[in-house]
């Protein structure tokens, strides 16, 4: 079993950042691949960025590149998600999950959310 918390949301205008942070425990969390998914109100969710164990190979969403950035840092089992230049369509609730591989649709493990809100 993963635990995964996620934390940093918040109510910004369009323009700031944030950063998400997702601490893991449980099972050594450093062979998951992990994933930054966003559900806004009325929509599916969405997968927003993902990182493999290592940092190595990571995937962004088309209308988050340039502006995402997705890292780990697995001495800490956490997984950050760097967010600038936000738009109002960010609006969403932000989870972290974990797959046990990269290449894998399905993540096993999710986080409660974090509300991430940009006034325009």
């Known amino acids: 079993q993963v635990q995964l918390v996620e934390s940093g949301g918040g109510l910004v205008q369009a323009g700031d950042s944030l950063r998400l942070s997702c601490a893991a425990s449980?099972?050594?969390?450093?062979?998951?691949?992990a994933g930054w998914f966003r559900q806004a109100p009325g929509k599916e969710r969405e997968k927003v960025a993902a990182?493999?164990?290592?940092?190595?190979?990571?995937y962004y969403e088309d209308s988050v590149k340039g502006r995402f950035t997705i890292s780990r840092d697995n001495a800490k089992n956490t997984v950050y998600l760097q967010m600038n230049s936000l738009k109002p369509e960010d609006t969403a609730v932000y989870y972290c999950?974990?797959?046990?591989?990269?290449?894998?649709?399905?993540?096993?493990?999710w986080g409660q959310g974090t509300q991430v809100t940009v006034s325009s």
């Open positions: 999950a974990a797959a046990p591989s990269f290449n894998q649709a399905r993540y096993d493990y």
């Open positions: 449980g099972r050594t969390f450093g062979v998951y691949a």
């Open positions: 990182i493999n164990w290592n940092g190595g190979a990571t």
